[in-house]
């Protein structure tokens, strides 16, 4: 079966009663995967904007009121949740094999007919899946970063915490495999980058460091390709509700521009 079939979907109770649920299962790598389709009541929503939680398993699960908070602002949005989680088939890695989940998700919306256009949005390590869906789909109206992962190698050598679980999702250490960090690390194949960046970040951010985002924004700077940064002083990885709702607002506005080129 082709990736981005989708295969069932049911209605899910909306906590906007301007947008619209569903939770889908979908085909992606030979796998039925699980997500969350939203699109406003109104019947707009003809850009799609593929939403890419962080965390795993179930640190980060994707929230219904997120995603309506994004289709509130005139997107179809879908939030898969990634392998093995919800019900879905197979095992999160992490940003390795799972990265076909994000592609697939990329695929279902190209498939809904009244879908124009697709943007990419990435929050914590869904940053990762978020560049490299970008890297694999140079047809994105644009990628935004927010809070993201860039750098799998600077993720291990932060996150004390994290190590255990990446060792045994990843196969192993950076020193003994980093290949496998590497092929997880968008960093190394940014010269391939077709898409607008808009790159988000709180600069008291502990749990994904604001070094990402600098080294993303360096590297992309430095190969000419177009990217914006948005760093605020004052936050951590999570900004508070009414600076959110802002933000959302504004990067959305963001988005939209570059459907135009204006």
């Given amino acids: 079966m082709k990736d981005g079939t989708i295969v069932s979907s049911f209605p899910f109770p909306s906590p906007n009663p301007r947008v619209k649920l569903e939770t889908i299962t979908y085909y992606a790598g030979g796998l039925k995967v699980k997500g969350m389709l939203a699109q406003p ?46 019900g879905g088939e197979g095992n999160e890695d992490f940003a390795g094999d799972d990265r076909i989940d994000a592609f697939a998700a990329f695929e279902l919306l190209k498939s809904l007919s009244w879908v124009k256009g697709i943007h990419i949005f990435g929050f914590s390590r869904g940053g990762v899946m978020a560049l490299l869906t970008a890297l694999r789909y140079p047809e994105a109206h644009s990628a935004v970063t927010w809070g993201g992962v860039s750098d799998m190698f600077l993720t291990y050598g932060e996150r004390k915490d994290l190590r255990r679980m990446m060792k045994r999702v990843i196969g192993g250490t950076p020193g003994k495999f980093p290949e496998r960090y590497r092929a997880r690390t968008p960093l190394y194949r940014l010269e391939q980058m077709k898409v607008p960046v808009l790159i988000i970040h709180g600069s008291r951010d502990t749990n994904v460091s604001q070094e990402h985002s600098l080294r993303l924004e360096k590297k992309l700077r430095e190969l000419g390709k177009p990217v914006e940064a948005w760093y605020f002083k004052e936050y951590t990885h999570y900004f508070p509700p009414a600076v959110n709702r802002r933000i959302v607002k504004e990067l959305t506005n963001w988005m939209k521009k570059q459907e135009c080129g204006c």
């Fill in 41 to 86: 009541a109104d019947g707009s929503g003809k850009n799609g904007f593929l939403y890419l939680r962080g965390g795993i398993k179930n640190v980060g699960k994707v929230r219904p009121a997120r995603i309506a908070q994004f289709a509130a602002e005139g997107f179809t949005v879908f939030a898969p949740f990634y392998r093995g989680n919800q």
